[in-house]
């Protein structure tokens, strides 16, 4: 064939392939040359078939109902190509470096598909978040709808009695017109009435004279021309008197008495008052009801933006983790689960789970490369090359920690805890096995963040909180345990809770009620049991054998931590969030005000902290010149306080001491 390979290769038929022999094994070249003398006749090479059905047999045998089947189902064809590769050895170099070609695709496959499933588990925690999210705002809208529906009843139902109120003064006003003009109708017959009975009156009081003149003429004397005159003088002024009479009646003939027009003109005046009293309030319900339905459209439009939006999210959602499915996954099984999961949400669960997979990846391991000499590297990981996974227990781990800190706190604490920790290792283990335990207590301390002994070690370690912090936790502890010791006088392990009570108000005289029965409760204390009940106080401060501390315990250190907060937020505060940078006598001063009981030591050590300098180096009060150079950002001060082991000293002010 010129060096090609043949097509068909002419075996005899009829031939068995051994179980226990490799298709292209010796015994079958021999084979295969006896059998070339046979007929042409065969279809397919008897190498091929024999290769098939190997193959075949090795699928039948194979599992293929679990996750890992496809990877599985790619074994026999290893095998049938491996065969190949060894029987063809003029292109063997070929197709080897053909099949490492796709071995490294399939591993570079394998490390991407490892890398996203933690995005996976990422993607489903924000998931919970945001249906969590959109629940709460879909209640608060039901709330905020139904609160404003009701507003919306009840101002439409002032506005129908306001309405009743303007009708029934419209026809009240209607009522008091037309009676006005029936007084007016009235007062203008009885000035016409008024009139001619005056002309009556003067026309039989002029008769009455004349004939009074007539019947007596000697009343005037003797005199008839001096009584003629007098008589028409008088008829003249009585006529004067007439006309201006007829014109004051004329002219004033519509007025109605005063008195009528005060009276009138006060009920007008109290009606106009309401009148523009129920205008404004009727003007305040419209402006207040124009109001309402642009926060309704308001409200409308948010809901259904909101709608739109919860719709996009059910639709690219991913439904909520069953999480019984890690009953097969996590060692121990399902009721190491459930233990490990009780009272813990997703976002805890999570980092369960993580923490159970990071300690099987932990034990798989068996050598760590090495991170280099870089300035970034922590001292005691600096090293070049792989080193031995040591792969300890948790138990043994926590032990090992606890041992460092029983040798860390009878030395004198001089040099680093970095460099302590390291010399500590070679102490132990020799210096030929520092480097791999340093490793190796190192991974296992940065997977465990729910276990006390292990986050706290590795919080100092790292920098991220002082030393200082541990030891007043721990002196903190082992006083409560002095004095409740003290206080069992019969030495039999037990209080009441009111001795209890009395010695945590006693310790800890700056803490609220609240923090003080939140501790009572971590020790078992209900609000149905008797300040009387004894209780056995050793049990308070029992670990177990992974080092995790009792809820009392852990209730006495997250107090701590959310006071600290609390005192360093109330300093940023007292700074001013307009300051970007602090002086010390600005830091000192603002320390000094929230906590009026610091000494002078405790102060220095706070400043010391923060400016990152000596005791013996901290200006002076009033040179300003270095204090201006130690000028420092307050984001660093604070960052630097907050690793720090800082508390209130005393209460501030006479405020917090009447409270």
């Known amino acids: 064939m010129g060096g090609h390979l043949s097509p068909w290769p002419i075996y005899a038929s009829g031939q068995a392939i051994l179980f226990n022999r490799k298709p292209c094994s010796e015994g079958y070249r021999k084979r295969a040359s006896s059998s ?87 993607l489903v925690t924000v998931n919970e978040d945001c249906n969590e999210r959109i629940l709460a705002m879909r209640a608060e809208e039901r709330y905020e709808i139904s609160m404003l529906k009701k507003e919306k009843m009840n101002l439409l139902k002032l506005i129908d009695k306001k309405n009743e109120e303007k009708i ?159 009953n097969d996954v996590v060692a121990g099984g399902a009721e190491r689960w459930q233990m490990l999961a009780e009272g813990k949400n997703s976002d805890q669960l999570v980092d369960v ?7 099987g990846l932990l034990r798989e391991k068996d050598f760590f490369p090495g991170l280099g000499y870089g300035e970034s590297i922590p001292p005691f990981l600096r090293f070049d090359g792989t080193v031995e996974n040591k792969k300890p227990t948790k138990k043994e781990v926590v032990n090992l920690l606890k041992d460092a800190w029983k040798e860390r706190l009878a030395e004198e604490q001089k040099e680093k805890f970095s460099d302590f920790f390291f010399n500590f290792l070679e102490r132990r283990f020799g210096p030929s096995e520092a480097m791999a335990w340093a490793y190796t207590i190192f991974e296992n301390i940065k997977f465990f963040h729910s276990n006390d002994v292990m986050s706290q070690f590795y919080a100092v370690l790292m920098g991220k909180m002082k030393e200082s912090v541990y030891i007043y936790q721990k002196e903190t502890i082992a006083q409560l345990l002095k004095e409740m010791t003290s206080a069992d006088s019969q030495k039999e392990g037990f209080l009441s809770m009111e001795h209890f009570s009395s010695i945590l108000r006693s310790i800890f005289p700056l803490k609220k ?3 003080i029965q939140e501790l009572m409760e971590a020790g078992g204390w209900h609000s149905s049991s008797s300040n009387a009940d004894l209780f056995n106080y050793h049990s308070l401060f029992m670990e177990d054998d992974e080092g995790q501390s009792e809820p009392f315990v852990r209730k006495v250190w997250e107090q701590y931590v959310d006071e600290k907060e609390a005192y360093l937020q109330e300093l940023k505060q007292e700074l001013g969030q307009e300051l970007y940078e602090i002086t010390p006598g600005k830091l000192q001063k603002a320390l000094m005000n929230i906590d009026p009981s610091l000494d002078t030591q405790t102060l220095n050590t706070y400043m010391s902290q923060a400016f990152q300098v000596p005791v013996t180096d901290l200006p002076e009060e009033g040179n300003e010149e270095k204090e201006e150079g130690l000028k420092t950002h307050l984001q660093i001060v604070m960052d630097r306080l907050q690793v720090a082991d800082i508390r209130r000293v005393g209460p501030r002010g006479e405020l917090e001491l009447a409270s």
């Not at 789970?353 to 300690?359: D, P, Q, R, V």
Request: contains cysteine; hydrophobic residues 35%.
């Open 513 to 515: 009620e609240e923090q």
């Open 168 to 326: 029934s003064l419209q026809s009240e006003v209607t009522k008091l017109r037309k009676n006005l003009a029936e007084e007016y109708l009235h007062y203008l017959s009885e000035r016409d009435a008024r009139k001619i009975l005056l002309a009556d009156l003067n026309e039989l009081r002029y008769q009455r004279e004349d004939m009074s003149l007539a019947q007596s003429p000697g009343i005037w004397g003797e005199d008839p021309v001096k009584l003629t005159v007098a008589l028409k003088m008088t008829r003249q002024d009585l006529t004067r008197m007439q006309m201006e009479l007829n014109t004051m009646k004329a002219n004033f003939g519509d007025v109605v008495p005063r008195r009528d027009f005060e009276m009138q003109e006060k009920t007008n005046k109290d009606l106009q008052e309401q009148l523009d009293s129920l205008k404004a309030d009727y003007d305040e319900v419209r402006k207040e009801h124009e109001i309402l339905l642009q926060l309704h459209m308001s409200t409308v439009k948010e809901r259904d933006q909101f709608s739109a939006e919860l719709q996009e999210i059910q639709r690219t959602s991913t439904p909520r983790p069953d999480w019984t499915k890690c």
């Open 353 to 359: 789970l993580l923490e159970e997979i990071g300690a």
């Open 36 to 122: 070339e003398k046979q007929s042409l006749g065969i279809a397919k090479p008897r190498y091929l078939e024999q290769l098939e059905n190997y193959l075949r047999k090795e699928l039948l045998l194979l599992d293929l109902g679990t996750d890992s089947a496809q990877e599985l189902r790619l074994q026999p064809y290893r095998e049938i190509f491996e065969f190949f590769i060894e029987d063809f050895k003029t292109y063997k170099p070929l197709l080897s470096s053909i099949k490492n070609a796709y071995e490294v695709m399939l591993a570079q496959q394998r490390e991407t598909i490892r890398a996203l499933e933690p995005l996976k588990a990422k």
